[in-house]
């Protein structure tokens, strides 16, 4: 999973514009939804992938053990600093373990998708 970070922080997927420079594989760089295959729609954007049900389960499970803290759905910059979140709920930032809990449920969601 930590190679899939380290990738998805530097760009390195081989998804999307990847495939633009490539003759003939240009059409693999669009998703079947017609946005480019970046994994950023990949990840949180794409309405064909299942990614909106799958965020909504990794939701569901932080509410259920989370009574203090919002659930903050990850876009891209988020997934990008991962390993950086603090969570904070008015002006209280979250204890350590909180903020773990929250980059181990994201983590595992992202790498599900
Ligand atoms: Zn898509």
């Known amino acids: 999973m930590k190679d899939f970070i380290w990738k ?30 970046i994994m950023d729609h990949i990840l949180t954007e794409c309405r064909l992938n299942k990614s909106k049900d799958i965020w909504q389960e990794a939701e569901k499970i932080w509410k259920e053990n989370n009574k203090n803290f919002k659930w903050t759905k990850p876009d891209a910059n988020i997934l990008r600093e991962l390993g950086a979140v ?9 204890p350590n373990w909180i903020n773990e809990r929250y980059i181990e449920i994201v983590a595992e969601t992202t790498w599900m998708i």
């Open 8 to 37: 998805l922080i530097h760009n390195y997927h081989k998804v999307g514009n990847w495939f633009k420079r490539i003759p003939n594989w240009q059409d693999k760089a669009i998703c079947e939804c017609g946005e480019v295959e």
């Open 86 to 94: 603090k969570l904070k709920e008015r002006d209280k930032i979250a």
